[in-house]
């Protein structure tokens, strides 16, 4: 149990399709992330989410909108995705403090199949 | 352009040594980051090294050189739950994680 959830964790939708996928932690922390994980690639850094504020977002197609209503939700709203979107997309969350950078924590990823 | 590279695989032997190495050139340095994923599951955290030497944690250790821009991490004692994938990601000036696309490494009996 790693303290970060997501839902679904698997998830088939078409091109004309909309779906979201949800994450949630519990371990109190102040930063969350989006990342997608492709096979023998490296993982990619999609938004980061710091006390609620979005700080990044790394050239992500508009077809990916995230949203964070809370500093305990995080969520990625998905549309007209193309089949090369397919991927594991992970969620993460850390604790932010003054010099920046402690370890993230994961959530177990949801498989998505773009057909 | 910020890079990491390690092995896309290695195999070893239930019980013995291995050692994967992580080279990376990035923006700035605020520590380097290892990772284990089984397949299917999270990543989850290993390690952590700020400064030059070797953290040893239980039977894995991880040493970082940053004059030399390299990690390795050691795992002993080797077992079949080891199977796994290991990443390697290095925190850059800007406290972004760099990653690498991380080792498969397989354990034979």
């Known amino acids: 149990e790693t303290g970060v959830t997501q839902t679904p964790r698997h998830l088939v939708m078409g091109m004309t399709n909309k779906k979201s996928l949800k994450c949630e932690q519990h371990l109190g922390h102040n930063a969350m992330y989006w990342y997608k994980q492709s096979a023998k690639k490296p993982l990619e850094l999609m938004f980061v989410y710091n ?7 790394n050239s992500v197609p508009s077809r990916f909108s995230p949203e964070c209503p809370n500093s305990s939700h995080l969520f990625l709203h998905l549309h007209t995705l193309q089949p090369e979107d397919s ?3 992970l969620c993460a969350s850390s ?3 003054l010099g920046g950078g402690y370890e993230q924590y994961f ?3 949801t498989r998505l199949t773009v057909t | 352009g910020q890079n990491i590279d390690q092995p896309t695989e290695m195999t070893a032997t239930e019980g013995a040594i291995v050692q994967i190495n992580c080279t990376y050139q990035t923006s700035g340095f605020n520590g380097l980051f290892w990772y284990q994923q089984h397949a299917g599951e999270a990543p989850t955290f290993l390690s952590y090294n700020v400064l030059d030497g070797l ?3 239980g039977r894995f250790s991880s040493f970082l050189s940053r004059s030399k821009g390299y990690s390795y991490l050691l795992l002993k004692e080797l077992q079949m739950k080891d199977s ?3 990443l390697c990601a290095v925190m850059d000036s800007n406290y972004q ?3 690498g696309a991380g ?3 397989i354990i034979k009996p």
């Open chain 1, 87 to 89: 991927a594991l997309y």
């Open chain 1, 95 to 97: 604790q932010e403090g």
């Open chain 1, 107 to 109: 959530g177990p990823g």
């Open chain 2, 84 to 86: 796994a994938s290991y």
């Open chain 2, 55 to 57: 953290e040893e944690k």
């Open chain 2, 103 to 105: 080792t498969k490494l």
């Open chain 1, 51 to 57: 006390f609620k504020e979005q700080t990044e977002n």
């Open chain 2, 97 to 99: 994680l760099i990653w």
